[in-house]
């Protein structure tokens, strides 16, 4: 009876630390997010301004910036060579609208230098694509009619997903560090300025950190309760 009882604990702690994991990395960027919209920069640039400077400073003219819907949707397409802007970053002049462009840019960037762990990103892309619509529902089948063989391989395809959320880890925060190293080389952004850029990109990265211990406390809970059938 204990020992069902500390596997329910054990479970049940590692949902409520997944969610309070995931809320704080939320309140982080919405509150550093809604922080710096407001300020705006000295030179007033909008971000698809800042986007085209950083571009065309780095040879990619090629490359083009346009609206999306959305708020923070902000990304770059490597298949279009596309920097997509959300309408307040894509035509606002804040520290905010500043940083998100200049990081978007920062991926562009990697992708004409070849960057390893974006071109790696991009060829697991079809894998984790599969492994989000068979992963989860190869476990619930697996739970609902005891077929934990089937389970274990959902849990397998689960770690696909979170191999790819490390990998996006350095590309996030190279796409970051390139996008301050380009503010300051070009001279776009004031001291004050690349402060609160930093502490926005910084508290955005929290964001991809949160999903990797999301993504593994969810696969040590599942495998934790495949261990306790499987000695059943």
Known sequence: MYYYYGYDMI????????????????FFINHAYNRYRKIETKKKMQGFEVARAILDANGLNEVYVTETK????????????????????????SIASM???AHECG????????YFFLRLRSAIV???NLSSKFGYFAILIGFLFSYYTVAWIGVGLELVILFFQLVTLPVEFNASSRAKQQLD?????AKEEQEGVSKMLKAAA????????TTLLEILRLVLIL????DN
């Open 11 to 26: 479970g049940y702690s590692l949902i409520l630390l997944g969610v309070v994991i995931t809320l704080a990395s939320q």
């Open 70 to 93: 959305g708020v923070l949707s902000d990304h770059y397409d490597p298949s279009r060579k596309v920097v997509r802007l959300s309408s307040e970053v894509y035509h606002g002049t």
């Open 99 to 101: 940083g998100v462009a």
């Open 107 to 114: 991926h562009a960037i990697q992708d004409k230098n070849g």
């Open 126 to 128: 079809p894998f984790v």
């Open 185 to 189: 080389r070009l001279h776009l952004a």
């Open 206 to 213: 929290l964001t991809y950190v949160a999903s990797v211990a």
């Open 227 to 230: 261990i306790n059938r499987d």
